[in-house]
């Protein structure tokens, strides 16, 4: 992501701050150093969000956002359990292209170390409106797939915790390198752990097997 110089002068901040993040890391988002790379003065970020705290929080938000429109991009197909993997997919796509966001997104790291989050800051990752609405497109997908009748009937919300458990749990290790001696980490272990689960949850072992491998994931 390149920092526009068209764009409103927030939105210029926001996407400085992620292209420091993305080359940098955390330690990198300073008042100082995002303005220059927006070749504005120090105090246009604190005019615009008050501190870099609230800099960070609309970074967070800008992050969800780009979940959001990933998961908008992935058509209802008549199978939701590809649909759902698509998605999941897209989350690791958008992991690796910038991990110090997805760890700042999900109170992994703050801007200055990494280090657990605070309880402020880990309800702030986990509620704010732009997961919410991101998230909301998972359960939803999830009651199409409760309603195929393919899983028990349970709650959607329940069905979409799990799955989003499953995903992020598997994203924040690959990120960690816990999947080195792999040689396809997703063929070997994403995929797989997907199918485990839609079984665990009613479907049909093929089935469920088919479902993942029609995003083309093994032949790509």
């Known amino acids: 992501m390149s920092v526009d110089s068209t764009e409103p002068v927030p939105e210029r901040l926001v996407n400085a701050a992620i292209k420091l993040l993305r080359e940098q890391g955390p330690s990198a988002i300073k008042a100082r150093t995002v303005a220059a790379e927006c070749d504005l003065s120090t105090m246009v970020v604190y005019h615009h969000f008050g501190g870099v705290a609230e800099l960070v929080t609309a970074v967070v938000a800008a992050g969800f956002t780009e979940f959001d429109r990933a998961f908008a991009a992935v058509p209802d197909t008549d199978d939701p359990v590809t649909d759902l993997f698509v998605m999941a997919l897209a989350v690791r796509?958008?992991?690796?292209?910038?991990?110090?966001?997805?760890?700042?997104?999900?109170?992994?790291?703050?801007?200055?170390?990494?280090?657990?989050?605070?309880?402020?800051?880990?309800?702030?990752?986990?509620?704010?409106?732009?997961?919410?609405?991101?998230?909301?497109?998972?359960?939803?997908?999830?009651?199409?797939?409760?309603?195929?009748?393919?899983?028990?009937?349970?709650?959607?919300?329940?069905?979409?915790?799990?799955?989003?458990?499953?995903?992020?749990?598997?994203?924040?290790?690959?990120?960690?390198?816990?999947?080195?001696?792999?040689?396809?980490?997703?063929?070997?272990?994403?995929?797989?752990?997907?199918?485990?689960i839609c079984v665990g949850l009613g479907d049909d072992p093929e089935r469920a097997r088919a479902s993942h491998e029609a995003t083309g994931i093994l032949s790509s």
């Not at 009748?149 to 749990?169: C, D, K, N, T």
């Open 93 to 196: 796509d958008l992991a690796r292209a910038n991990p110090h966001l997805y760890d700042l997104m999900f109170g992994l790291s703050t801007r200055s170390t990494y280090r657990p989050a605070t309880e402020t800051e880990g309800r702030l990752s986990g509620h704010s409106p732009e997961f919410r609405h991101a998230y909301a497109q998972i359960v939803d997908t999830c009651a199409r797939l409760v309603k195929t009748g393919r899983v028990h009937p349970i709650a959607p919300e329940i069905v979409a915790a799990q799955l989003w458990s499953f995903v992020h749990g598997y994203v924040t290790l690959e990120l960690s390198d816990h999947f080195a001696d792999f040689t396809d980490p997703v063929a070997e272990v994403f995929l797989p752990t997907g199918v485990n």
